[in-house]
Each structure stands twice: as structure tokens, then as C-alpha cells.
């Protein structure tokens, strides 16, 4: 089955607790993106992928990293996190231009931040 | 950046009635405009898009509309159906600077009354 997969689904921490979440693609594809979802504020995208080693800054990148060292995963990580990332993220995927733009997106990580 | 609104926020209807949302973008030179369906608890996903070089695109009950000289485009749901209760989304790409960027609007909740 297609399918984009997170991991956790919920994660409650405290402030200044580095930690990561996972995003795994088994459709191949190109483009890989974290966005994260605030009441009254729709979607707002965090960072993207283009494909392995290539990473860009979407809207609201500060305070995440993310790396890309395989094609299928795409983690997303929180160095020291803060009340205001408390957040519902999504990771995303899809064919990069050329093809269908359609992102798949995965089931979202509930994140609180004490 | 690009700045996407998207209105009404709440939409409610009555089973059979239609439905129209509609957004405006602000970049010219955006070319992709999808619209994604929200269930509750579960990522978004696509339900139909249009390119720059189309005025109108439909799929059965659901179609989009876009107006490249005002800058705006619509979703149109004809003989709703209770199970099209949810978070609709639109989106913009493909601008002069941000052309791998996806900005989302705020989001439209749709309720249809039995």
C-alpha cells in the first residue's frame, strides 16, 4: 500500500528536549515536505526536499532542521524545542515537476511542548 | 512570499445544496492551485487541482475555477453529501521566488446537514 508514515503519532516533552520525528515514503518519491497545522492558520510549510541532499526553507523554518540522506525518509528535527512549536505536523510527498504534483501526506504527529 | 486567503471559514449546508469556496493569491506568477480534503484526525488529501493554463477543471460533484487576471479560483461542490463534511483547503505554487513552495489557505469547514 502507498502510503507516507510518522512516527510518533503524539509526543508530549518539555522545553529543550532535542528530539525527532520520522517520515518514511514508500512511493519513491522526488519531493518530501514537513508542514505544520495551527488553528485559524491552515497549513504552513516548514522545510522541503527536492530530492536526496537537497533541502530548502519553506515559510516558517526556524527552530527545525531536516536532513536527507535517503530518498524515502525525510526526519524532521526539533534541536530545542519551545511552547510555540507545540504544533499538529505533517510530512508530505510527492513526483517532483514534470509529473503529478499530488502530495501524499501522512497521518500527523501531535506535538505539546511544556 | 505568497499570501493565500481563503473564505468562508465555516460553510454549513443542506444535504443536496451546493457548495462554493473561494480563494485569492497574491503572486502573479504562481501556476498550481490544488484544493485538499481534510477528514477529521487524518492528513489532508487531494481532491482535484488546475494549472495556470486552465480556466476550469471538474471531477463528478466537484469542480475549480481560476481567474489568472484577479487572481482567485474557487471550488464548487454540487448535490453535497453528508460525507463531504470536512476541512477543505486551498493552495498556491510555483511563483517567480518560491516556485517548490506550497502556501495553503486557512481553511474552510463544511458541514452538511442531513
Known amino acids: 500500500e502507498a502510503q507516507v508514515t510518522q512516527n510518533p503519532r503524539y509526543l508530549i516533552t518539555v522545553t529543550g528536549k532535542k528530539l525527532t520525528v520520522t517520515c518514511s515514503q514508500n512511493m519513491n518519491h522526488e519531493y518530501m515536505s514537513w508542514y505544520r497545522q495551527d488553528p485559524g492558520l491552515g497549513l504552513r510549510q516548514i522545510y522541503y526536499?527536492?530530492?536526496?541532499?537537497?533541502?530548502d526553507k519553506g515559510d516558517v523554518p526556524e527552530g527545525y532542521k531536516v536532513s536527507r540522506k535517503e530518498k524515502r525518509n525525510f526526519p524532521l528535527i526539533l534541536e530545542s524545542p519551545s511552547p510555540n512549536q507545540t504544533s499538529l505536523y505533517f510530512c508530505a510527498s510527492s513526483y517532483s515537476s514534470g509529473r503529478s504534483y499530488e502530495q501524499y501526506f501522512g497521518p500527523g504527529t501531535r506535538l505539546t511542548v511544556t | 512570499g505568497e499570501n493565500v486567503e481563503q473564505h468562508p471559514s465555516t460553510l454549513s449546508v443542506q444535504e443536496g445544496d451546493s457548495a462554493v469556496i473561494k480563494c485569492t493569491y497574491s503572486d502573479s506568477a504562481s501556476n498550481y492551485f490544488p484544493w485538499y480534503k481534510q477528514e477529521l484526525g487524518k492528513g489532508p488529501q487531494l481532491i482535484i487541482d488546475i494549472r495556470s493554463n486552465v480556466g476550469e477543471k471538474k471531477d463528478q460533484r466537484i469542480a475549480v475555477t481560476l481567474n489568472k487576471t484577479a487572481k482567485h479560483f474557487s471550488l464548487h461542490i454540487t448535490e453535497t453529501q453528508p460525507e463531504d463534511s470536512a476541512v477543505y483547503f486551498c493552495a498556491a505554487s510555483g511563483g517567480l521566488y518560491n516556485f517548490n513552495k506550497f502556501y495553503f489557505g486557512s481553511g474552510t469547514k463544511l458541514n452538511v446537514k442531513p
Open positions: 526536499s527536492m530530492n536526496v541532499e537537497v533541502t
